[in-house]
T-cell receptor, first 114, second 111 residues
Framework: DAGVIQSPRHEVTEMGQEVTLRCKPI?????LFWYRQTMMRGLELLIY????????DSGMPEDRFSAKMPNASFSTLKIQPSEPRDSAVYFC????????????FGPGTRLTVL | GQNIDQPTEMTATEGAIVQINCTYQ??????LFWYQQHAGEAPTFLSY????GLEEKGRFSSFLSRSKGYSYLLLKELQMKDSASYLC????????????FGKGNQVVVIP
């Protein structure tokens, strides 16, 4: 079975540009999570969707960040405009039901904002 | 809120046993996970504890004491491929069951 799929794997962009990260969760999983990982702050939850509905977006840093899940098999995380401090690895994870289940992580997108 | 503390790095010899500790403070504890993360890769699930005691899974065991706010991951018969960061993550039932991760403990296995 395919795991969580993320694209692109690497993204280098200039400050001020729009960045869109994509995620396909494991088929049949009802929950999707976006995380950000940096050396300084470790792994941080940005947003959690359940059945395509955003349940907890309290980790979204600011209005420059937005996330959507138009259907059960696709989600996007958008940063507009991007800033150098957004440079991090962004992970998408999915779980079968909700927060109480084991989360399976995608390979991550390494974002560098120059 | 949650506060999760893990030591940052340790070195151990192949074949040895290593214990990785995690202490936490949370408003409403609802489970603790251990994840393994190799450099440049995504975290992968290792174990889950919600009741006190020891859970054994092959070479890896995880222990939980809810009263002490403490868990450890025990790695036995260390192999070179065990060199990785080990993340402790706690679920807070008062915080919508959100999972909060520690910074991770880097284990380096040497021959």
């Amino acid at each position: 079975d395919a795991g969580v799929i993320q694209s692109p794997r690497h993204e280098v962009t200039e400050m001020g540009q729009e960045v869109t990260l994509r995620c396909k969760p494991i088929s049949g999983h009802n929950s999707l999570f976006w995380y950000r990982q940096t050396m300084m702050r470790g792994l941080e939850l940005l947003i959690y969707f359940n059945n395509n509905v955003p349940i907890d977006d309290s980790g979204m840093p600011e209005d420059r960040f937005s996330a959507k899940m138009p259907n059960a098999s696709f989600s996007t995380l958008k940063i507009q405009p991007s800033e150098p401090r957004d440079s991090a690895v962004y992970f998408c994870a999915s779980s079968l039901r909700d927060y109480t289940d084991t989360q399976y992580f995608g390979p991550g997108t390494r974002l560098t904002v120059l | 809120g949650q506060n999760i503390d893990q030591p940052t790095e340790m070195t151990a010899t192949e074949g040895a046993i290593v214990q990785i500790n995690c202490t936490y403070q949370t408003s409403g504890f609802n489970g603790l996970f251990w994840y393994q993360q190799h450099a440049g890769e995504a975290p992968t699930f290792l174990s889950y504890n919600v009741l006190d005691g020891l859970e054994e899974k092959g070479r890896f065991s995880s222990f939980l004491s809810r009263s002490k706010g403490y868990s450890y991951l025990l790695l036995k018969e260390l192999q070179m491929k065990d060199s990785a960061s080990y993340l402790c993550a706690v679920r807070d039932s008062y915080g919508n069951n959100r999972l909060a991760f520690g910074k991770g403990n880097q284990v380096v296995v040497i021959p």
